[in-house]
């Protein structure tokens, strides 16, 4: 096999990945459809909501899929969906609950279907590099708002919201498929050229795997998802309102916000690789409990802050650390389960993805729509993370199963 193999592979997942991270931009478009449907921010919110949410069950059922008919299919079906979901969305005009049932149900499905293809392939191509490759892996995505927003911006101001939907529907589709196409599990036993595990990897690979069913009947599995969802619902928080969020710290116009919005999304991307390969280095426990104690200090800081420098830096920082929870959370599992059925154990997982979505999003569309200001909500969220911080200190490797 070449040896270069894989990682064309992870490159076509960087790329499939990228497309789906679009979905992150969905702040830029809050205002323009709030406008056009006379409608509320927390309503034109819920849709972004209603597709995180799907995303992390269809995670789920892909992974369980993958094992039926292999990576090739469940991503190229999942970029069909994602797409075709998005390009109806151009028809909302029927209302908003075709927005939710389109951009929200319909393309959510695709993203949970292509996202878990990318982590649970790239785990079994890199086993000497898992903490990295799964960062990279998902890395596409925190970039994905980052080429999206601007181009998103400016088609909204030239040709409206809704046909910016079908633009954007068309790209995902050929990009996702195109990408979806490369997804392949490596042949059995493979492993690299040359590598030598070292201790660590030997006890990791040599490891029973568990099956799902012997996964949920530890309470590591439901630790992993307690933070995974914590992490989520911080940095979600802060994705579901960036376009306003900034205009009202900053004093900024919706032009300067979509800017700030691409730069802080390198944080996400950076993030997932970042964090994900310092915790080869640190532990996953410590990685996570770093970025909580971090996060206290910035969501309490951030409403002070009122320069377009200040507000960017910080709500960079947090993408960071939110990207960091997806980049390092792939390998926590595949650490503690093992990799032969991370597909649908981390899948399952996902769906704490799908509530923080729910929770963060609206606990600070509410908040700001209660108190008239950003400050108590993101107040809330720095005692979140306060109270986080100590449970990744409590967790511990699950007994092997027999």
Known sequence: MNKFERWWIAFAGVLLQMALGAVYAWSVFRIPLAKLFHSTISEVTLTFTIAIMVLGFASFFGGLWLKRVGPRVVAMTGGVLYGGGVFLASFSSHGLWWLYLTYGVIGGIGLGFSYIVPVAVLLK?????????????????????????????????????????????????????????????????????????????????????????????????????????????????????????????????????????????????????????????????????????????????????????????????????????????????ADYFGSTNVGSIYGLMLTAWGFASAFGPLLIAHMRQVSGGYASGLHVIAVVMLISAVLPLLVRPPAPVK
């Open 125 to 333: 191509w890199f086993p000497d590099r898992r903490g990295l490759m799964t960062g990279i892996a998902v890395g596409g995505f925190g970039a994905g708002a980052l080429v999206t927003a601007p181009i998103a911006t400016r088609l909204i101001q030239s040709v409206g919201v809704l046909e910016t939907f079908a633009y954007l529907g068309v790209a995902f589709l050929i990009v996702c498929v195109a990408a979806g196409f490369f997804m392949q599990n490596p042949p059995e036993g493979w492993q690299p050229e040359g590598w030598t595990p070292n201790a660590k990897q030997k006890v990791q690979s040599n490891a029973k795997a568990f099956t799902l069913g012997e996964a949920l009947k530890t309470w590591q599995w439901w630790a992993l998802w307690l933070l995974l969802f914590l992490n989520t619902s911080a940095g979600i928080s802060i994705i579901s309102q960036e376009a306003p969020m900034f205009q009202e710290l900053a004093k900024i116009t919706a032009i300067v916000a979509a800017g700030m919005i691409g730069i802080v999304s390198i944080g996400n991307a950076a993030g997932r690789v970042f964090w994900a390969w310092a915790s080869d280095a640190l532990g996953r426990r410590m990685t996570f409990a770093v970025m909580f104690v971090a996060q206290i200090a910035l969501f309490w800081v951030l409403p002070s802050l009122h320069t377009v420098g200040g507000v960017t830096t910080v709500a960079f920082i947090i993408l960071l650390c939110y990207g960091g929870g997806f980049g390092t959370m792939p390998a926590f599992a």
